[in-house]
């Protein structure tokens, strides 16, 4: 079962009161921050400072819907949505954080020239250019610049870390005194010919993102 909204994105990122973020104020996340960026984001008042983590963190106990990967290698998850939803974060990994957002949304009467026209073609029953529209907007929410994830991550224990490390082991930070977090570089097969599946994508990061800080 799926649910989706139509034009979302393009009203999140619209809005005047979304948090939008400027490139060249982001910074790589420091592990020093960790503690204090976890507490910010479970208590809720991070904003409207903004940042794209990888974290780890509990589900909701109450949340029926859980969110899961469309494809095997690449996942979205608000953080924002997890907390309000009654779960918690655990730990930073690492991410980009932004200390500065634009005063006004640097697309809006583009993004809302492409949702009027497709709202136009669709009630002309211009599937073509409806779709059209819907291109041009996914482009600029950065739906097509998405990049599957090539690594994983699996918990073990110090024997079979040591009985399996080489060269794909990327990292292995310490849990405690018995385990391990192994990061694992997947290894790509030049001569498999065999086309991917078709699937469904995940949404775009820049409009999850967005639409996360949004009242959307």
């Known amino acids: 079962m799926a649910f989706d909204a139509n034009g979302l994105y393009a009203s999140a990122t619209s809005d005047l009161d979304s948090e939008y973020p400027k490139a060249e104020s982001g910074r790589p996340f420091l592990p020093e921050e960790n503690k204090e960026f976890v507490k910010l984001f479970n208590e809720q008042i991070f904003r409207p400072r903004t940042a794209i983590l990888k974290v780890w963190f509990e589900y909701p106990t109450n949340m029926f819907f859980q969110p899961i990967p469309a494809k095997d290698k690449i996942t979205f998850t608000n953080k924002e949505e997890i907390v309000k939803a009654g779960g918690r974060i655990i730990r930073i990994l690492d991410g980009i954080v932004y200390e500065e957002n634009f005063k006004t949304p640097p ?72 385990q391990y977090i192994l990061e694992i570089n997947e290894e790509e097969n030049i001569f498999d010919c065999i086309p991917p599946k078709s699937t469904r994508l995940t949404p775009s990061h820049l409009g999850s993102f967005v639409l996360s800080h949004s009242k959307k």
């Open 107 to 178: 697309y809006r009467d583009y993004i809302l020239i492409l949702r009027d026209l497709r709202n136009k073609y669709k009630r002309e029953g211009n599937i073509v250019g409806s779709n059209c529209m819907k291109l041009l907007g996914n482009s600029l929410y950065s739906k097509s610049i998405q990049k599957d994830i090539t690594t994983s991550r699996h918990l073990r224990s110090e024997a079979t870390l040591k009985a399996n490390f080489d060269s794909h082991v990327k990292s292995y930070p310490k849990v405690n005194e018995t």
